[in-house]
Each structure stands twice: as structure tokens, then as C-alpha cells.
């Protein structure tokens, strides 16, 4: 045997949602040390860096209604010291402050020698793989998001045109099902509004026949969404053809070229039974089908790994193939309450003057704390996994439940720390049973969570 690569052994550790305002290196609570030396002990850790890492100097303000979310450049060394070393970039905050920001993102990244991907000058830079070398092999990250705005992609470079910074997309069209009778009052909505006839007008216009498709006796586009007269009502979701075979070429380019792939996906989409039950986001508790349907054919086409991340809590976990899908590892590092400045869109949501500061937009959104993140537990007891392969297949994974702080001041919570007792118990019980759909068995050992294909 010439290298060790050749022999097949690999650890990962998955995180999530990397939202960074803060020193992490300061810190020297035992159980936050231990997450780091966890994350460093791994060949390669991953989590999506949520945000644009600029100074207040570079990028504009794009248009959100989220938390406009900044990293400090200088924040990228301590966030390699807490042992992360490849990053997603494709996600819904990508673009808050926009083009420029991208451009910057990359640009810091690249000084702090971090792997990334996701984000790109053009659109085939988004898609390429970001690539680490490790002893026991070189690793590829593919990365891309599902939630964004149609102005966040990065546009295709042409021969007389250079391309547009942006996201990698994996864009999705929503299917409603609806009987005969509520399709049929679709139809009248349609023509008493004139939304046929504005249609029709469109399609003598300047849209293509894929923008403005015609309707018939049993598909009906109404307000951006598709729907389709059947015997009863259900939603689907497709991802976007072409976004879904461009991601696929270069999950197979990634092949190729690396000893392990991963593919990430940035998702806030849901799907299943508890989208028309749940009362709140945390009672949610599948992934959209056509990100499942997408991990399976990233794994068909070589991926070794599958991570979503979006809904900021755990989700479940399937082992196809052999090879593990994470349809939501959550929050990881959950600092957007500590943001040091917001444009004056956000303040003017709230109706507040230009003398707010940060925390009045803050308490403004979340009505003091009683509503939002900060007044749900589920947002703030997470998990990350460290999935080890040997002889090139999977033999074990473990969960590691992780404790942010609910109900601290806001200063000092959203740091993870390697959870304890009840809280462990609640994030392994979690995805335990969210995991059993798919025929994944996961077992409590002293606070971890075993997974043993």
C-alpha cells in the first residue's frame, strides 16, 4: 500500500447552521473544549456558514426580511480553531448584502484558507466543488441551497458577457392537488379576476412558452403556483430540471476527482403530514420530497455523504444505499442576536425611527422574546454527527446532541456546549423518532446517539 488514502478510513463530523458573531476561543467551559477537540479529531468538519463574512465597508444591502447576517473577517481564524474546515455558502443569507458581499465572502474565505463552496463570480463556479486534502484522502463539497430569491443565483458566464455572483440554486415548482370542485372555483378565480386574460397577454409579449405555459381542463397556474385538478388534495414538490442535472454533473465531477464527496443543502421547504398539522415550525418534521428525492440521486451519483441543514433543529437520518442522508443536522452555532448593525429596511418593518438600535429591532421581531427563536427550545438543543468509514464503508455514526443556551441573556447564549441529561435525551429522542420513518434505528448510549448500519 503506496498511501493511506488507499485504505479506506475517514471520519466527518456534520454541523449545521454557522452563524457567527462572537470569539469562540476565549471560552474554556469543559464541555464546549470537548465539542472542539470532537470536531478537530475528524478528517474533515463541515458546517453551512450562514452569512456574508465583509467589513461594514464592503457590500450593499440586499432586500430580506430576515436577520441581515455579517461574520467578521477576523471571526474565520477562530472558527478554524474550533477545527471546521470546509463551509457551505449556499444558503438564503448568502446574498444580504448583495453581489458585493458574495465577492467579498469568497475573497475572505479564500485569505483564511477555508474550503467552500456553494457561492460563485458565475454560475459554474457556484456549482463546482470546493476540495480539502486530508491524510486519509482528498474530500469535494458540492453545495447548494433551496431557498432563495430568484435574484441571488449566480448567472451563466457567456462569450460576450461575463457571468453574475450568486448562489448555486436548486430551485423547486410546488404542486397543489385539488378535487374537481375546488379546481373548477381556481378556474373562475382566474377568469372573474382576469388573470386568464393578463396570461394570454403575456404569452403575445416578450415570456417564453416555459414562462407563461398554457392552462387546460387539468393544470391551472394561479399566483406563481401550479395546481392540478385530481380526486383529492396533496402537494408535491420537483426540483428544477436544469438545476437538478447541472448539481448531478458535478456531484459526478467530484467523484473523480476526490477520495469522498459531500453534498449540502440549504433548505427551509417541508413536506408530509405535519405540513398541514404542525402549529409551529419546530413541530415540522419532514424535509420537502424533492430534497429527498435529490439526496438519493446525489448518493446515486456518487456522494458518500448527503447534509441538509435550514430548519434550524434536527431532523431525521436514512442510511440509502449504504450511505448516510442528514436531512437536517440544525442549528450549530447560533449567534444572530449579537449582529452589529441592520440596514434601515428591517427597523422600518417594525416602524421604528432611524434612533433604534440593534436590540429594538430585535425585541421589536420577537415581541420581547415570546415569539421567534428565542422562545422555543427546540431551536436551541441541537445535534452535530461524526460519521466514521472504514474500508471505504460506513461503519458507524454518532450523534452528538448539543445544548445552546434557551433562555440565557442574549450575550451569552447561542454557543454550543456538548449537551447533558435532559436535553441529550431530547435531541437523541428527536431524531430517534423522526428517523424511524426511514427505517433507521438510533440508540441512547450515556448521551450519545449510536447509528450502526
Not at 498511501?3 to 466527518?12: A, D
Not at 463541515?46 to 450593499?60: M, P
Not at 440544525?330 to 441592520?342: A, P
Request: hydrophobic fraction near 35%.
Amino acid at each position: 500500500m503506496l498511501y493511506e488514502s488507499e485504505q479506506g478510513e475517514f471520519t466527518i463530523a456534520l454541523a449545521g447552521d454557522c452563524m457567527l458573531t462572537r470569539r469562540l476561543s476565549v471560552f474554556k467551559e469543559a464541555r464546549f473544549l470537548s465539542l472542539a477537540q470532537l470536531l478537530r479529531s475528524a478528517d474533515a468538519a463541515f458546517a453551512n456558514l450562514e452569512g456574508t463574512v465583509h467589513t461594514w465597508a464592503e457590500g450593499t444591502p440586499g432586500i430580506t426580511q430576515g436577520t441581515f447576517m455579517t461574520t467578521n473577517p477576523k471571526l474565520l481564524a477562530d472558527l478554524k480553531w474550533f477545527g471546521i474546515n470546509m463551509v457551505s455558502c449556499a444558503n438564503n443569507h448568502a446574498f444580504d448584502y448583495g453581489e458585493g458581499g458574495i465577492v467579498a465572502n469568497i475573497r475572505h474565505l479564500d485569505e483564511a484558507a477555508l474550503v467552500h463552496a456553494g457561492t460563485g463570480n458565475n454560475l459554474a463556479e457556484a456549482r463546482a466543488p470546493g476540495y480539502l486534502d486530508t491524510p486519509n484522502g482528498r474530500v469535494a463539497l458540492v453545495a447548494a441551497t433551496a431557498t432563495f430569491r430568484p435574484w441571488n443565483q449566480a448567472g451563466e458566464q457567456r462569450p460576450d458577457l461575463k457571468g453574475r455572483p450568486g448562489v448555486n440554486p436548486l430551485g423547486f415548482q410546488t404542486t397543489y392537488r385539488v378535487d374537481a370542485a375546488a379546481f373548477e372555483q381556481l378556474q373562475r378565480v382566474s377568469r372573474e379576476l382576469g388573470f386568464e386574460m393578463g396570461k394570454e397577454r403575456n404569452r403575445k409579449h416578450f415570456y417564453s412558452d416555459k414562462e407563461m405555459p398554457a392552462d387546460n381542463e387539468a393544470e391551472l397556474r394561479l399566483l406563481g403556483s401550479r395546481y392540478v385538478r385530481d380526486k383529492s388534495f396533496s402537494i408535491s414538490t420537483q426540483a428544477n430540471p436544469r438545476d437538478l442535472e447541472d448539481n448531478l454533473r458535478w456531484i459526478r465531477e467530484a467523484r473523480r476527482q476526490a477520495d469522498w464527496v459531500i453534498v449540502s443543502v440549504h433548505c427551509h421547504e417541508f413536506g408530509g403530514q405535519s405540513l398541514l398539522t404542525a402549529r409551529s415550525r419546530a413541530e415540522l418534521e419532514e424535509t420537502a420530497d424533492f430534497v429527498r428525492d435529490f439526496a438519493h440521486r446525489a448518493i446515486e451519483n456518487g456522494a458518500d455523504l448527503f447534509v441538509g441543514h435550514g430548519s434550524h433543529f434536527p431532523m431525521g437520518i436514512e442510511i440509502y444505499q449504504g450511505k448516510p442522508v442528514f436531512y437536517s443536522v440544525g442549528n450549530f452555532i447560533f449567534q444572530n442576536e449579537t449582529v452589529g448593525f441592520f440596514p434601515a429596511d428591517a427597523y422600518e418593518r417594525f416602524d421604528l425611527d432611524l434612533k433604534a438600535t440593534p436590540s429594538d429591532f430585535l425585541d421589536a421581531r420577537t415581541s420581547g422574546g415570546k415569539k421567534g427563536h428565542p422562545s422555543d427550545p427546540a431551536y436551541w438543543e441541537n445535534m452535530f454527527a461524526l460519521s466514521r468509514f472504514s474500508k471505504n464503508k460506513l461503519k458507524e455514526i454518532k450523534i452528538y446532541p448539543i445544548d445552546q443556551g434557551f433562555g440565557r441573556p442574549r450575550p451569552q447564549r447561542g454557543r454550543p456546549l456538548l449537551a447533558e441529561g435532559e436535553v441529550a435525551n431530547h435531541v437523541i429522542e428527536r431524531v430517534s423518532r423522526l428517523s424511524q420513518r426511514y427505517g433507521t434505528k438510533i440508540r441512547n448510549e450515556d448521551g450519545t446517539g449510536i447509528i450502526q448500519p
